[in-house]
């Protein structure tokens, strides 16, 4: 690693901190200068805002988010359960990030144009994940699903649609009951009396 790079690092791991502790909106790049030892300008020298930085960390997140996943995945064998512990560790990791950098309305909608960006890059991988278990367990004669993509798009998008209520409102998710909820509709549709 380079001097750049470790300078780099040492500023995202301190704003991480601070995001973590004060949120974006009470941290300022003074705070993160100060904690990272170095000046102001040396902040400015590797991001352009405070708002890049928590890109930058954001990004790093859901990295860590994507890895998370496909360990828990790779420790089940039955594509059912690699199915529950994607949308388990997904659900739970994603609200574990709202509450740790104490993302907000204002939040969410100041850096939507950006976090978008990010979201629909993981949004794809997301898919992707969801598209090969789908594939290994029509392969194996567990699931029968005509439209492969299709059905991960929908999969990945209800999940997504579960994140609205507790990022916008503030509202608590009950991880367990929205997982198992969402399986029994992928498992046995909709009940029709």
Do not use: C
């Not at 859901?62 to 039955?78: C, T, V």
């Not at 629909?120 to 492969?148: M, W």
């Not at 993509?149 to 929205?178: C, Q």
């Amino acid at each position: 690693m380079t001097m750049k790079e470790k300078k780099r690092e040492i500023i995202l791991q301190n704003a991480r901190g601070l995001f973590a502790h004060y949120g974006l909106k009470k941290t300022s790049v003074d705070d993160i200068a100060a904690g990272a030892k170095i000046g102001k300008a040396t902040i400015y020298y590797y991001f352009k805002s405070k708002q890049e930085i928590f890109k930058t960390v954001v990004e790093r997140e859901l990295a860590i988010l994507k890895n998370a996943i496909r360990e828990a995945i790779s420790k089940e064998d039955s594509p059912q359960e690699k199915l529950r512990v994607f949308i388990f560790t997904r659900i739970s990791h994603m609200q574990k990030l709202v509450n740790l950098y104490r993302v907000t309305k204002d939040i969410v909608t100041e850096l939507l144009p950006d976090l978008e960006k990010i979201r629909e890059s993981h949004f794809r991988e997301e898919i992707d994940i969801v598209n090969g278990i789908l594939t290994e367990g029509v392969k194996k004669g567990i699931f029968s699903v005509k439209r492969i993509e299709l059905t991960a798009l929908a999969m990945v998008s209800a999940l997504k649609g579960l994140e609205y209520p507790w990022v916008m409102d503030g509202k608590p998710l009950d991880i367990e009951k929205s997982a198992d909820a969402l399986l029994q509709i992928l498992f046995k549709g909709i009940e029709v009396r």
